[in-house]
């Protein structure tokens, strides 16, 4: 059974909860980089007998300086929080990333948050992390401050893999470049989205292909196409396979990106229901096609590979 974990909007933690390990970062994903933080950290919790905190942001921050930048997350906030409980992290701090925080100096960042509020025993960040206005802070400026603030930095180096290094920039990288055996092994998982079923013009439908409509909100877009999905629907053990399309369907001249994931030999209506869609094998790219005739001749040859996969 995995244990509760306790979620905080800001940094007044309980008591309990400081002398703490923590953890700071955005953890998108939370791939093999990450997880070998948290392995790390974990050592030292059996070790010294600590609990382990999370200190993440909510926007990211690189989308609240660029509010271009929509489609950006590999994973959601309540995925994150899945994985945190798996990883036997005991507390979570999700800050609002706003411009009031963007401000705080990073001196300061350091004296009235980390000392005077989280107080860890044992900080982890990554060898690029950076904090406080216009990013001034560094890994340097902890390690400075070590004994005046009585924590211990570790910033273990990053892991590489063919000599690239595995960071959430690189698997969004691969997904979009349709790699998505890649981008699942340092994930370590199958990536997947969340989201609720929503209305749409039942075109699936019309052509005898019934779909469920998932809006992908700030999802990184993957590779436009065709993949072999397994879905979970909210509060039904069951996992089913089905087939997805994600893309523009430029063959009904659509403009916005959408998720539509037909469950194989399952009728029931999906509508306002939330589905974790998990992608696992990378079909073929979207293409338009000449006609109706012409696509449903395209799907059964998907739907062919999907069953197979």
Known sequence: ??????????????????????????????????????????KYKKKENLKIGVVTFDPIPKMFFNKKLKNYRISNLNQKLNIFKKLKVDFVVNKKFDKKFSKIKCNKFISEIIYKKLNPK????????????????????????????????????????????????????????????????????????EGVVKKGRNIGKKIGFPTCNIDIE?????????????????????????????????????????????????????????????????IRGEKKFKGIDQLKKQIKLDLKSAKRT
Do not use: C
């Open 218 to 282: 700030n999802y990184v877009i993957a590779r436009p196409g065709v993949y072999a999905v397994k879905v979970n629907i909210l509060n039904n053990n069951k996992i089913l396979k089905g087939i997805a399309n994600l893309g523009y369907r430029p063959t009904f001249n659509q403009k916005k990106i959408l998720l539509e994931v037909n469950i194989f030999n399952f009728s029931r209506n999906l509508y306002n229901k939330k589905l974790t869609v998990e992608f696992i094998k990378f």
């Open 122 to 193: 044992i900080i982890f960040v990554s060898n690029n992390f950076k904090f406080g206005n216009k990013r001034e802070g560094d890994v340097k400026l902890l390690k400075l401050l070590e004994k005046k603030y009585k924590y211990k930095i570790i910033n273990p180096p990053t892991l590489k893999k063919k000599n690239k290094t595995i960071s959430s920039s690189l698997i969004r990288k691969l997904l979009a470049d349709g790699k998505l055996n890649l981008a699942n092994n340092y994930l370590n998982r199958n990536w997947s989205i």
């Open 1 to 42: 059974m995995v244990k509760k974990l306790t979620y905080y909007k800001n940094f007044n933690i309980k008591k309990n909860h400081q002398k703490s390990i923590i953890l700071i970062g955005n953890f998108d994903g939370v791939h093999l980089g990450h997880q070998k933080l948290f392995d790390s950290a974990k």
